[in-house]
């Protein structure tokens, strides 16, 4: 069992920066591959970012490309999202997930193939 804790979540205006964290319990985290997703209203569930096990490899959706990086320190069993120049339609509730995999260099964009959720963070960026 993965529990997870999203925090930094808040209100900021179009072009500032926000930093998320997750912090995860149990002693496998290094086990689990990590993702961020986000959700607007009305809308579904979106990949944001993905990060392997190790934090060897990253991978990003398109619309966050250059702006937003994944990075874990699995000493502290937390992984973090810099989400710099951000944009009012990066508004939503921004979850973290857990994927537990054997596979050091898997990780995945599908929200069905992650095992543990937060509770999510609200990120409102106002224009």
């Known amino acids: 069992q993965v529990q997870l804790v999203e925090s930094g979540g808040g209100l900021v205006q179009a072009g500032g920066s926000l930093r998320l964290s997750c912090a995860a319990s149990?002693?496998?985290?290094?086990?689990?591959?990590m993702g961020w997703f986000r959700q607007a209203p009305g809308k579904e569930r979106e990949f944001v970012a993905a990060i392997t096990r190790s934090g060897g490899r990253s991978f990003y959706a398109d619309s966050v490309k250059a702006r937003f990086t994944i990075s874990r320190d699995n000493a502290k069993n937390t992984v973090y999202l810099q989400m710099n120049s951000l944009k009012p339609e990066d508004t939503g509730v921004y979850y973290c997930?857990?994927?537990?995999?054997?596979?050091?260099?898997?990780?995945?964009?599908?929200?069905?193939?992650?095992?543990?959720w937060g509770q999510g963070t609200q990120v409102t960026v106002s224009s």
């Open positions: 997930a857990a994927k537990y995999t054997p596979i050091a260099t898997m990780s995945s964009r599908l929200p069905s193939e992650y095992d543990y």
């Open positions: 149990g002693r496998t985290f290094s086990s689990y591959a």
